[in-house]
Every structure is written in structure tokens, then in C-alpha cells.
């Protein structure tokens, strides 16, 4: 959407100007920022945190420490493979199993090396979602960084009930990105829970919160469908 973008540029520039965002920049992408692991622990001081035994991260930057953090906690780590391309699309980080420290296991690098592979009817119950964003509103509405793919991880797991009313979701940002005006939604956008900053957490009141019931098969083309094998098989399964 335009109006996303525009949010997008803000948030860009913002970080920009003000000096807070990380190598490689934060332009096109969901942005690393100085305060990231300030972050991870507020978000690990709350009480979402403290309940989750399961914890399902995107894999960009400003969240690693969030990742190693939760494998280090002793919690179960899911990151979803790129694009979805695989027929088994997230990898699970046990943290019994590993052999390296949290910080490299929790790396994309690292995921990619020690994870395995999972499908998603042999996943549990996702306890936290945690996601990357690039504007956030008080009222836990999020821009991503357009590609679309966070959605749709979201809307697979709410489909098969591995995410639902009892999963906390979560956002770790720097304060730049929050804005307090309303940000443009579309029908299978979902809202979080929880904003993070490295100063604060802030909580959306449960009468702002509001997520897709699943797949909202409207929005997505044959195209999409196909290339990502779970969304194929969901397709199928729903014409049987």
C-alpha cells in the first residue's frame, strides 16, 4: 500500500537523521538500531515473556538478541525459512541440543546450520510471537518492510490453531519507530501485543488488539500459493 510506504520512508529517515541506526542502514529493510539488546531485556522482564515455553522470531538483525536471549532462557526457538520455499518452512532451535553458544545458534547463519527443519502439523503451540517492524502504533498496529511474508507466516500458524488467543505478540523497536496517530491496515494485518523499546513496554489494550482469523485466501494469487508449499497444501486440503 502507498500509505504504508510513507510510514516506511518516515521511519527510515527518522533513524537516519537521528544516528540510531545500525550498519548496513535502515532503508528497505526492517532496521537494526542502537538500543537493540536494551530491548530484548524488557522484553524478557515481562510476564509474557516469563510464561512462553515456545517462541516463533523473524530472523532480522535488531531481533537476535531477542532470539539468543529465549534459547539461552531454555525456551523453544522457531524462524520461519526464507520465503517459506520449503516444505517443512520454520527451523527449531532446541536449546538441550545445541552445541554452540545462543548468540550464534539464534544467527541466520547459525539457524540455517543447526536448526531442523520442522512442518508445521509437528509444531507445538506458539507461546510468543515475535516480530520485527518498521513503524508501530500505539494501538499495536505494525508496518514491516512491505515484503508480506510475516503476514502470511502469522496467518499459517492462526490457520492450523498453533497461534491463537492465548499467544502474546510482540514487537522490540526504538522509540523513533512508535508513532501515536493511526497507521493504514488491511484485513489480514495483525496487531501486537506487547511494543518494546529500550525504555519501556508498552501495552495495547485488549480492546485495540486485532488479528486475522487465518489465511485470507482473497489476498493472496495463484502465484504466491504455489511458490510456497505450505500455503499449496493448506489450498488443497480446503478444496477437498
Keep these: 500500500m502507498r ?11 527518522l533513524l537516519t537523521r537521528e544516528g540510531v541506526a545500525r550498519f548496513p542502514g535502515a532503508r528497505g529493510r526492517i532496521p537494526n538500531f542502537i538500543g537493540a539488546e536494551a ?5 524478557a522482564s515481562s510476564r509474557a515473556w516469563s510464561d512462553a515455553g515456545t517462541v516463533k522470531s523473524n530472523p532480522d538483525a535488531p531481533q537476535l ?11 523453544l526457538l522457531f524462524m520461519a525459512v526464507p520465503r517459506l520455499r520449503e ?11 545445541l552445541e554452540v553458544p545462543p548468540r550464534r545458534a539464534a544467527s541466520i547463519r547459525g539457524a540455517s546450520s543447526v536448526g531442523r527443519p520442522v512442518a508445521v502439523e509437528d509444531m507445538p503451540h506458539v507461546d510468543l510471537v515475535v516480530c520485527g517492524s518498521v513503524a508501530v502504533s500505539r494501538a499495536g498496529a505494525r508496518i514491516g ?9 502469522f496467518a499459517i500458524l492462526t490457520e492450523v490453531k498453533l497461534v491463537d488467543h492465548r499467544t502474546t505478540v510482540a514487537t522490540t523497536v526504538h ?13 489480514h494485518d495483525f496487531r501486537v501485543d506487547l511494543i518494546v523499546t529500550p525504555d519501556e513496554v508498552i501495552r495495547v489494550r485488549r480492546s485495540e488488539r486485532r488479528r486475522p482469523r487465518g489465511i ?18 493448506l489450498a488443497a486440503r480446503r478444496h477437498r
Excluded at 510506504?5 to 527510515?12: G, I
Excluded at 522509540?175 to 493504514?184: A, G, I, M, N, R
Aim: glycine share 6%; proline share 9%; net charge negative.
Design 3 to 13: 500509505d504504508k510506504q510513507a510510514y516506511r520512508e518516515r521511519a527510515w529517515e
Design 39 to 43: 530491548a530484548a531485556r524488557e522484553l
Design 65 to 75: 538478541p531477542v532470539r539468543a536471549a529465549a534459547l539461552a532462557d531454555g525456551k
Design 87 to 97: 516444505p517443512a518452512p520454520f527451523l527449531v532451535l532446541d536449546p538441550a541440543r
Design 145 to 153: 518492510k512491505g515484503g508480506g511474508y510475516s503476514d502470511i507466516e
Design 175 to 187: 522509540p523513533l519507530q512508535v508513532f501515536d496517530e493511526d497507521l493504514p491496515e488491511t484485513e
Design 216 to 233: 485470507v485466501w482473497e489476498h493472496l494469487d495463484e502465484a504466491k500459493i504455489a511458490a510456497i508449499p505450505v500455503l499449496a497444501a
